[in-house]
């Protein structure tokens, strides 16, 4: 088992890593408290998959708990959820020092952390996260919202978890296109400049990675994630760099309500238009979109725009990081060397609306 540090001022905590290591690692969630009730919040897809398994440890360890069972998929990040889950918390007569666990994927990590975050002003919580882009992304780093009808994770806060546990034997289950999924936002973290992630990327079309293979990778991601968060837990400045992809990439969900492409599709394909815009700026050179597109294309993951790039800009203004009608993308001045780049939308459009025309005129 690795364990890794996350170092923030009175909330650090770690992220164990490792192959079958949930029932070694989850006393760590109970050390020094005397109170061994627990909430478990997860999916029914993953509860049918491995919940006896939790349930089996939890109760190993003489803890007491209920787990609320959500939907699986994007839909249960909502307000309604949140409150589903406040009133199961009350009436399981959880208090102040009883942890909330998240065992799921990054709608779960996100959404019950975010209960956790509100709960008598704050529980702790542990993030138990059974898909390869929680493990790499969304579970570390204290990020926790719901969505409005009005766009992504426009409600959350910034909310430390007490201890990540990724066990990569969970991730054996996982369909490939939610592995596929991961290893979007795992290209994504070689773009920005990750260190050591591309010979584990560089692999035979399609093959799938082994869990050694996996664990190594899950470890990469978490230590530059890590280095991210510690140098900017509120994303302000330098961690806006993980985003890279994911401006096109909200527009992309949003576009299709959500249906059509899970996150990691979304963000490869964010990841294509945002290096086509830093092309078509004269930032970007072409052979670093080759490379985004190479090992998005080795992971067999499609990047392929299914809408004008025009068709989104306008779905962009209301994520996150647009500001006083500006954007803000994240771009990339060669492979691995990311940077913010602010950008009137009007401006945006042209240069798409312009290329699409030359586009239309050389066929
Ligand atoms: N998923 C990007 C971040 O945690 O900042």
Redesign the pocket.
Known sequence: MITLNIRLPGRSYPIQIGDGILERALPELFCGRPAKKAAVVSDETVWSLHGARLEAALRGHGVDFAATILPAGEASKSLNAFERLLRAFARQGLHRNDPVIAFGGGVVGDLAGFAASAFMRGVPFAQIPTTLLAQV??SV?G?VAVNLPEGKNLVGSFYQPALVIADTGLLASLPRRELNAGLAEVVKYAAIGCDGLLPLLETKAGETPGPDRLARIVELCCVCKAG?VERDER?TGD?MM??FGHTFGHAVEKYFQFERYNHGEAVAIGMALAARAGLLLGLTPRETLTQITDLLDAAGISDAAPCSPTELIPLMLGDKKSGEGELTLILLRAFGAPFAHKIRPERLLALFADADMRERVKV
Request: no cysteine; net charge neutral.
């Open positions: 992304d969304s780093g990020k991210y994303d961690r993980l985003n």
